[in-house]
């Protein structure tokens, strides 16, 4: 059995799986009450920047504390599985997540595991950003890749034909390319605030860079041709697909911009 752990990103007391696989961890913690779980500022971590970085901090902290031969990162409410679930208790949802030997067994033919792409359909991935966020960052990192890593240009310019993307920053991928990936990651993440003024931005507004980071795994994966298997992604809990399409067609339609997650 390969040495496998996933941390399960969370900012609030949840029910967690039962699979020591899955590693609780609470994101954000420094400064904040302690829920009981793996804290991410321990070590070497960034979780003062949790406000901005949403889910990072703790993947951050996975990467520079976390020994294992595979890391992968899920969310308190997200989590992968291949299975119907048709019941709403949570602790029943969680039941359906996916196992260490299924992981373990997708793991044999592939370095990456990644969820099923989130399509859009109507509109690409760069007009969606900017028709629901303000798209300064987003430009702002197209500057600093063309910069500093041109070879993942072309690949980011992309996000201007693509429809679809592996979304929410969860994967499980091998330690040594969970490296490559990470320092390159936050070396653009960390020159982005040099750039950007995030006080100008509303709380919400202001995680530009946990948002950001969900289309980049895309132009790294693609720019260095490597591949991966998908699984589908399940919510523990409802998601209100009505207003959220709502909300979607509101954003496209008349540039009314999200103004909370869903």
Not at 237 to 257: C, H, Q
């Amino acid at each position: 059995m390969k040495n496998i752990k996933i941390i399960v990103a969370t900012h609030k007391k949840y029910e967690m799986p039962e699979d020591n696989m899955y590693i609780p961890v609470q994101v954000g913690k420094e400064g904040k009450q302690d829920l009981g779980y793996t804290p991410d500022n321990t070590g070497e971590n960034i979780s003062l920047k949790n406000p901005y970085y949403c889910e990072l901090t703790g993947l951050y902290w996975a990467w520079k504390n976390l020994d294992a031969e595979y890391i992968g990162l899920v969310h308190y409410r997200r989590y992968f599985s291949n299975k119907t679930i048709l019941t709403k208790d949570i602790k029943q949802r969680l039941t359906k997540i996916s196992s260490i030997n299924e992981i373990d067994r997708m793991l044999e033919s592939t370095d990456i595991i990644l969820p099923k792409k989130r399509k859009y359909y109507i509109e690409d991935l760069y007009s969606h950003y900017k028709h629901t966020m303000y798209v300064e960052p987003l430009d702002r990192t197209k500057e600093i890749i063309d910069k500093k890593y041109p070879e993942y240009s072309k690949e980011f310019e992309k996000l201007h034909k693509r429809t679809s993307a592996h979304m929410f920053n969860m994967f499980i991928m091998k330690k040594e390319k969970l490296n490559e990936y990470c320092t390159w990651l936050f070396d653009i993440l960390f020159e982005l605030e040099k750039l950007v003024d995030v006080s100008k931005y509303d709380s919400f507004h202001a995680r530009f860079f946990g948002r950001i980071s969900e289309l980049l795994l895309d132009v790294w994966i693609n720019t260095n041709k490597l591949s991966y298997k998908e699984i589908k992604v399940i919510d523990i809990e409802n998601v209100n697909w009505i207003k959220k399409g709502k909300a979607f067609l509101s954003a496209k339609f008349t540039g009314k911009r999200y103004e909370k997650s869903f």
